[in-house]
């Protein structure tokens, strides 16, 4: 349950201290893990002469530890306190990016890969324990805006990330490039030790290491019978498989529809992170008017839309144009979803219940990535584009029966039970 002061009166968002922690912290993260991506990308790059599979695998290490510690992760962040899961998160991070420096300095270049491997693994654990810190802390009717700041900041890094590791990786090699990537997680370990402690009953201590397999099992069914929670599981897959489908062949759109050099993909990046800098604004500024499934709703229709434009189009300008207006829907759907999860969720369970989520989006992108180039090759590069436009449609209709459902939650934060949590039907 969010907090208030003891004078009964909601301060404002910016006005809260752990939420401007946790933006200050996530500035810092995202400044360390922008210029390592790019930096990692380039360095591989030119050690394997561009080796398709040596560059994929900067992916793969990306993500798998989404398959393979989103559920374990979430289901310890529930059981840890949120603020020392995060502060240990960002520094064992730190300390595996300066042991991967020696190792660079003395051993193969491929100890690269481990830096992300980590790092992807911790966030896991960290990225729960900041959902959940919210759920305790902010005001339900300012969730919407928290998130907008959240996607806000994304969109910066969207615009300015991918420059600022070419940028330093250019100017002073790899070397420095990861270092400024543990400095920027030591840093965010000291900017958390700034939150207010963590409440002595959340500790992991008080919950017997037997009862782990119970509380995972307890997160599946929690989203299970709880009809909000189970159609996001629907969407969340559906979605994953549109933007799996069409992003994979992204430069191709550049290439084979504009008659572009692939270098031209940059460009429509920049005029997509624009817009969705722009659309988070908006967003904020709507987000107390529009329901978050709503919200997500009018997101995912926008995005079908523009898809299926961008796969039929062959001028620049217009799908510059459906680029931007695309942009600006992807953050209805990021706060849409995020909203609606911390809404719907007990604070015991934001942990497990993103650990359910989050997997099925990506493990749905991921296997359409892997079939988008031989569907392109059977069919066309619109008729992918079209399939990708029509599945978020799916997705939409999908929402349409939750438009009008508030959350209601039935049992205390306290109680963890296998029972039905939640009783909007």
């Known amino acids: 349950m969010s907090t208030l002061p003891a004078d009964g009166k909601q301060k404002g968002l910016f006005t809260n201290r752990i939420f401007l922690v946790v933006v200050l912290s996530n500035l810092l993260l995202q400044t360390g893990i922008w210029v390592r991506n790019y930096a990692i990308l380039w360095f591989v790059s030119e050690k394997t002469g ?8 900067t992916l793969v290490v990306e993500y798998a530890p989404i398959f393979l510690f989103s559920f374990i992760g979430g289901t310890f962040a529930d059981r840890w306190r949120p603020k020392l899961t995060m502060i240990w998160s960002d520094f064992l991070s730190a300390l595996s990016v300066f042991i991967v420096l020696f190792a660079l300095a003395y051993g193969s270049w491929t100890i690269i890969y481990f830096v992300t491997f980590v790092s992807a693994i911790l966030s ?15 005001p339900e009717n300012q969730l919407q805006q ?7 900041i994304a969109a910066i890094f969207l615009v300015g990330g991918p420059a600022l590791g070419i940028f330093v990786y250019n100017q002073y090699g790899i070397y420095t490039s990861i270092a400024i990537m543990g400095v920027m997680f030591l840093l965010s370990a000291l900017v958390l030790v700034r939150l207010p402690s963590d409440p002595k009953e959340e500790q992991a201590e008080n919950k017997p290491e037997a009862d782990f397999r119970r509380e995972l099992a307890d997160g599946f069914r929690y989203v299970w019978r709880s009809r909000v929670l189970k159609t996001m599981g629907g969407t969340f897959l559906i979605a994953g498989l549109a933007v799996g489908l069409a992003q994979a062949v992204g430069i191709l759109i550049a290439v084979d529809r504009l008659g572009q050099p692939k270098e031209f993909m940059q460009f429509m990046m920049m005029v997509n992170g624009v817009a969705m800098l722009i659309g988070g604004g908006v967003i904020v500024g709507l987000s107390k008017r529009i329901p978050s499934q709503a919200l997500l709703a009018l997101g995912m229709l926008i995005a079908a839309v523009t898809t299926i434009g961008v796969g039929w ?12 207006i695309g942009g600006l829907s992807f953050p209805a759907i990021h706060i849409g979803a995020s909203t609606t999860i911390l809404k719907w969720t007990e604070t015991p369970f934001i942990g497990r219940v993103n650990g359910v989520l989050n997997p099925m989006f990506v493990g749905g992108m991921v296997l359409m990535a892997a079939v988008s180039g031989v569907l392109v090759k059977l069919t066309s590069l619109v008729t992918v584009y079209t399939i990708s436009g029509i599945l978020l449609l799916a997705g939409v209709l999908l929402l349409v029966p939750v438009f009008k459902l508030k959350p209601e939650i039935s049992k205390s934060p306290g109680e963890e039970t296998a029972s039905a949590p939640l009783t909007s039907h």
Request: overall charge neutral.
């Open 50 to 57: 561009n080796d398709e599979v040596a560059i994929s695998l």
């Open 124 to 138: 896991q654990f960290s990225q729960p324990s900041a959902m959940k810190l919210f759920k305790q802390h902010i």
């Open 146 to 152: 928290a998130m907008g700041v959240f996607q806000s």
């Open 313 to 324: 189009s062959t001028s620049v300008t217009l799908t510059l144009a459906l680029q931007f």
